[in-house]
């Protein structure tokens, strides 16, 4: 008989605290050589396990963050968690995805700058060279998802297909691969012990959500897309909210309301998203034309609309 938890391999000591920070690099990697599904769900010497991928679960519901364990526990219980949330439904694995970014934000202080590198290429094959610079492809894969004008392509120093980024911006697009890295888990069949996180998991998920709000009239599909998203959890870019809180505004949604639609996304701040609704009515922001909607990546199929 296999002696309990003899398949997880230690950590060096010079790798510890990359681990610890960066469950999903390379290095965190080696240590699930030999762990299987079945392990995950029902090895007993893996129950430390089971529970810390149940806490990382609730802490990203409830936005309380877990205290950091051992290297192993902490690789295992972030697998563990991706597939439990997988199974829980599209507003769990967004919920998970914004919490372990913004755990591997919080935490990376601690890395040397030569860590981050390790991981951006080791991990993620972002090229890297000189002091910091990273791969033009690379920086458009991780910046796209983040609002903000510094983050546009003409602000930034370009050369021969390099962009130059300083620490602070290197950290916040290796967290936009974690979060993509989090939403892209597949859905597998799980063994029952995991199975039950994930009904008990997605329970707690739907009481905390807001109740739905109906909209009457018919809506554009790129709208009506939207909505859904921000439904299920989904981490809206800027634009898309602009467009989406524009559009309702114009339909005589009350600024409440929409802020109360907000609440299911895993980074809503309530003081935050009241000023944005408030700014755009008060401004009195027309939504975005088609063509801009198009321009954006949101225009979702062609129904004959012309905006």
Not at 48 to 66: D, K, M, N, Q, W
Not at 140 to 147: F, K, P, T
Not at 252 to 257: L, N
Not at 269 to 281: C, D, F, L, M, N
Request: glycine content about 6%; overall charge positive.
């Amino acid at each position: 008989m296999r002696e309990l938890g003899s398949h997880i391999t230690s950590p060096t000591y010079r790798s510890d605290e990359l681990i610890s920070v960066a469950p999903f690099s390379k290095q965190g990697a080696s240590l699930l050589e030999g762990v299987t599904l079945e392990d995950l769900a029902e090895d007993p010497s893996l129950e430390e396990v089971r529970s810390l991928a149940r806490e990382r679960l609730i802490s990203a519901i409830t936005g309380r963050p877990h205290a950091t364990r051992s290297p192993a526990l902490e690789v295992h219980s972030f697998v563990a968690a991706k597939l439990i949330a997988a199974e829980a439904g599209r507003s769990v694995l967004s919920r998970l995805a914004d919490y372990e970014a913004k755990r591997f934000l919080r935490l990376c202080r601690r890395l040397s700058l030569e860590q981050l590198k390790e991981i951006a290429s080791g991990t993620f094959n972002i090229s890297t060279k000189g002091d910091l610079w990273i791969d033009l492809a690379s920086y458009l894969r991780g910046a796209s998802r983040i609002g903000g004008r510094r983050w546009r392509l003409v602000n930034r120093v370009v050369v021969r297909g390099y962009v130059l980024v300083d620490r602070y911006e290197m950290e916040r697009i290796i967290a936009e691969y974690v979060r993509e890295n989090v939403l892209r888990t597949p859905r597998v069949e799980l063994p029952p012990p995991l199975r039950r996180i994930a009904e008990e998991v997605s329970k707690l998920m739907s009481e905390r959500a807001p109740k739905g709000a109906e909209v009457k009239g018919e809506l554009p599909p790129c709208i009506s897309e939207l909505l859904e998203r921000v439904r299920a959890g989904d981490n809206l870019t800027h634009q898309a909210r602009f467009a989406l809180v524009s559009h309702l505004l114009e339909r005589g949604w009350r600024e409440d309301r929409i802020v109360d639609l907000f609440r299911n996304l895993p980074d809503f701040k309530e003081r935050v998203t009241a000023y944005q609704v408030s700014h755009i009515a008060r401004r009195r922001y027309k939504p975005p034309s088609c063509g801009t909607m198009r321009s954006w990546g949101l225009c979702t199929t062609d129904c004959g609309k012309r905006g």
